[in-house]
């Protein structure tokens, strides 16, 4: 069985995990969006105590969009309680290390990896593994702790098996929720 554990090292990197993800005001919330809540909010918890650092991206969409900068959906959801001390990273791009604040933060806590949860799989949570790889970065996806939206052709369930096949494919490690916390 190959390994699956991230680094002792290695941030958890919380992803685009917005208000607009979750309370439905304008899009309908992401797939299985309680449960993603809670899983994330488990792995919060699971790093923090394992003596991780935690690291979250807040999309900074255009002027009249949901997640835009001061919108109702732009905030990162008060529910995963994000500590005072934890850093947030906007981007406006799909990929988290296109704000090269981040790879410069990764690279201070000493990690050569990263863990990565959250939205939308198909878009920022792909970009982000590749950019992550970019960076020279080793790569643990939590399969069970990212989601998206269904898209007209594709049901966000088979988006997010695809992606996690095609997370693998491409050197991620793969791991669920409850092997890492231990549950």
Known sequence: MPDTAPSAAAPLIVIDLQTG????????????ADAIAVRARALIDWARKSGRKVAFI???????DPLAPGASGWPVWPLLGQAADEPTFGKTVGNAFSNAALAEWV?????????????QTD????ATVKGAFAE????????????????????????????????????????????????
């Not at 807040?58 to 009249?64: F, I, K, L, N």
């Open 58 to 64: 807040r999309h900074d969409g255009p002027a009249g």
């Open 123 to 126: 878009f920022c949570v792909a």
């Open 136 to 183: 020279g970065l080793g790569v643990t996806v939590v399969s069970d702790a990212h989601s998206t939206l269904d898209s007209q052709e594709e049901k966000a369930s088979d988006i997010i098996e695809r992606h996690n096949q095609a997370f693998a494919e491409q050197g991620a490690r793969m791991t669920t929720t409850a092997a890492l916390v231990g549950a």
């Open 21 to 32: 993800m979750f309370d439905g005001r304008f899009d309908p919330p992401i797939h299985d």
């Open 107 to 119: 690279a201070g806590q000493g990690a050569e990896d990263v863990v990565l949860i959250g939205a």
